[in-house]
Each structure stands twice: as C-alpha cells, then as structure tokens.
C-alpha cells in the first residue's frame, strides 16, 4: 500500500501515514502491512489536531465510501455512506425542502466525521447534537463483524460510536433524520454587543424565539473593549418571504463561487497589528447595532467556506484551535478570566466564538458538548509562548469544571483530558483492538503499539 503524508487542519502536524483504500463498503477492512499496525478512519481531514492521524500506522480513506443509499422525501429519512460530505448531502435535500438537523462550521466534513465527533452547531440549545439525530449505523470492526447500532439496537455501541473519535471501528453508513425547511434562506439578525454581560443578557433573551445563535466575541483588547462583539441569531425564513428584503447578490450567492487561497505566505499574516486591527473593522462592520435580513443558509452558517484552503493564511508553521466549555454556573467569571488572560498575552484570535450549549443531552461517551459557555479560538503557532498560555487557559477551564474539545485538540495531556471526560475508562472498553490515533495515545498515555479495546466481540 501506499505512504502519504497526512496533516493536521492546523497545518501544526505532518506525519507519513500507510494510505488503505477502501473499494466498497460491503467488502472486509484492509489491514496495514506488518503484525501489530493499527488503522483509523480518515474522512475529510478537517480535524484541527491529531485526533483524525495515526503517526507510525495507517489511515482507512473514509471519503472513497461517498454514495447515497436511501433518501425519503417524504420523511426526510436519509441513509448514506459514511464518506459523504455534508456539503453533497445538502445540495440533494434543500430543493427539496429539507435541511441537516445540525451543522457545524464547515460543510465539508464526512458523515462519518460527524457522527465520530459528535458535531454542534448554532442551535444546540433546542437541537443538541449531531449524534441525537442518528437513527442507526453500521459499524465494521477489525475481525470483520459488523454491528447494526442504534438507541434501540447495540446502543452500548451506539454510544461510545457516537463521538468516539473514530475508534471503534470504521462507520460504513448511517441514516439520519433531517429536518423541513421552506426555502434555503435565513432570517437572520447581528445585534452589537460591548460586554460579556451584554452577551449572556441577548443569547438569554433569544434561546426560545431563535432556533441559531452564535457570536464573534473580540479577544485582543483589555479594559472597556474586553468582551465586545456581534451576536448572530436567526430562523430558517418561512414559506411566504419579502422578497424586497433578498440581498441584491443573492443569485451569486447561491452558486458555488468560492474562492481559494492560492498559496502558503512564508509568515502568518496572523500578528498583532492586523489583528487588532481586523478586530476594530469588524466590530464596526455594521453601520446600525442592529441589522436584520435574509441571507442564504450558506454564508449564515459556513462564512470560511467561502474561503478554501483559509488555513494556508498562518503560513507554513501553521496554528492551533482552542475550544473549551465551562458549566453555565461558572461562565460569566471564567470567560472573562479567559479573556482577560488572552488579550494581555497579546495573542489574540480574530475567529473568535462564543455561544452557549443547551440542556440537550449527548448520547456520545466522549462527546464534548454540556451545558454551558463554549469558546472557540484560532492561535498561530508561535512556539513556546503559546504552549504557555494554553497551559493558563487549561488551568482556568480545568478549576471551573469545563473540558476540550478533542476534535479541535493538537496538544493537551492526559490529565485535562482525563478530567474532562470521566467516561473515558469505560469508552475505552469499546475501541477495536487495532484501532489507534496519535490523539488517543496522548490523552491515555499508551505507546504506538498499544492498544486498550478489549470489549467482547460479541455481534
């Protein structure tokens, strides 16, 4: 089989990898040459870290199982591959008046991504997460068995599948049950907000009229400017729209016009300067503090995507994701800790969210979401600097009961993880025995050729 190198979406880890291919869902997994090699799913790569890399062993190609299966117009019952991304799955459904139940910040993620991480979008508050809209999947473990998972079939399985970081076997399909929609626009709302206060008073306010919410928050700036932002809420438009309200480039809009990065700068244009000064523009971007439209779902829910290859901006040493989530007790005080903390390191992150998780509950072990405050920033890697301030942040989330998000981690211990997510034991039961990733190694503490899934083997 072939080696190819494979690298973070942070661009921060380049590892060569044993590339298995994968000719149709109905045949037997492929096995890496030698005794002893370990395999993991690999969709689309658009992990930020190394959840979705397995340095010294062999990645299955997810994406070549892209077919659909089954679609019900009528019901909105869609049953696909696990190599389809959601950006196909969307332009098959929305003519016809249907839309994913959730979606996170990117359409080109795999299903199976998205079930193996168990995704959130803007509306977790009503909807939870990915995973509690799965109606079954087929895992394909290792010694060739193959389980029908669902909440009434192997849910144990189902479980631990869902956010399991693709461990416990490879997701050959899933059905999924999708949720009606009038028309592919938006009716949407940016409200500018200048405090942390503010912001916690608007998502309060907006939860029960709003299916979305999500905000930009600006993380450069100290003192009065600490935790200003735009907060974002919106419904999917009904039937009858204004059509006087449609923005004059719509019809562009909903083509697929996206531009692309043509290269990697030999520097980050990510610095101090520009991002403070990005910040400033785009607080102001918007001549009123509130405006309201209609705009198309894509540039409400997938504005980087209008942008490919968007990470190639941080140049060639590439960057880190930080994502954490604070219970709600403690996230006022702890996003203000966080933010203080950030803005006097002088590493800011112009993507910058913040939004809170609702009371829906994750069927996934290892799923990240709970209730709570969630943000999200983008670093440079700058080395030893912000391997310090990742260190300070660890701790605030740490001391305030909160967790990270594995599918955006590229560095922490096994201690933060461990603490964060007490199930981990127990998920640990379900990995299939050759199954690994440099993630799953870090946080558990094993070495390459370890492996912790012992769990029967029983169909």
Known sequence: MATQVFQSWGFVLREPHEALGLSSRHAP???????????????????????????????LLGAQLDRFIDFDPATGVLRCEGGVLLHTILKLIVPQGWFLPVTPGTQFVTVGGAIANDVHGKNHHLAGSFGNHVRCLELLRSDGTRR??????????????????????????????????????????????????EFFELNAASE???????????????????GRGLFNRANHAPAVIDTSRLPKGLPATLADTAKRVPLTPPISLINTLSLKSFNTLYFHKQWND????????????????????????????????????????????????????IAHSGMGSFLAVLKQFG??????MLSFPQPGTTLAL??????????????????????????????????IGAAIFQAGHPQWRAFSEFVDPRFSSGF?????????????????ENP
């Open 29 to 59: 997994l492929p096995m890496p040459t030698g005794s002893g090699g370990t395999v993991l799913p690999f969709g689309n790569g658009r992990s930020y870290g190394d959840s979705n890399l397995n340095p010294g062993g062999a990645l």
């Open 378 to 411: 983008d670093f440079p890697n700058s080395g030893p600097k912000l391997m310090r301030l990742f260190d300070e942040l660890d701790r605030i989330v740490l001391a305030a009961g909160g967790r990270l998000y594995p599918a955006k981690d590229g560095r």
């Open 290 to 341: 509130v405006e309201r439209g209609l705009v198309h779902y894509r540039p409400f829910f997938y504005p980087l995507d209008a942008l490919l290859e968007w990470n190639r901006i941080y140049g060639p040493k590439g960057f880190y994701q930080y994502q954490s989530v604070v219970p709600p007790e403690r996230a006022l005080a702890t996003t203000r800790q966080m933010l203080q903390t």
């Open 148 to 197: 029908l998972c669902s909440p009434t079939e192997h849910t144990e399985w189902f479980d631990a599948t869902i956010g399991g970081l693709g461990l416990t076997g490879l997701i050959t399909w899933a059905e999924i049950q999708l949720k009606r929609v009038a028309n592919p626009c938006m009716d949407s709302e940016s409200i500018r907000f200048r405090s942390l206060e």
């Open 359 to 364: 009371e829906p509950r994750s069927r996934g």
């Open 208 to 226: 029960r009229d709003f299916e979305y919410t999500v905000s930009w928050i600006d993380c450069a700036f100290e003192g009065k400017r600490l």
């Open 440 to 456: 799953w190694r870090r946080v558990t503490g094993q070495t390459s050729g370890q492996t912790s899934g012992h769990a029967a």
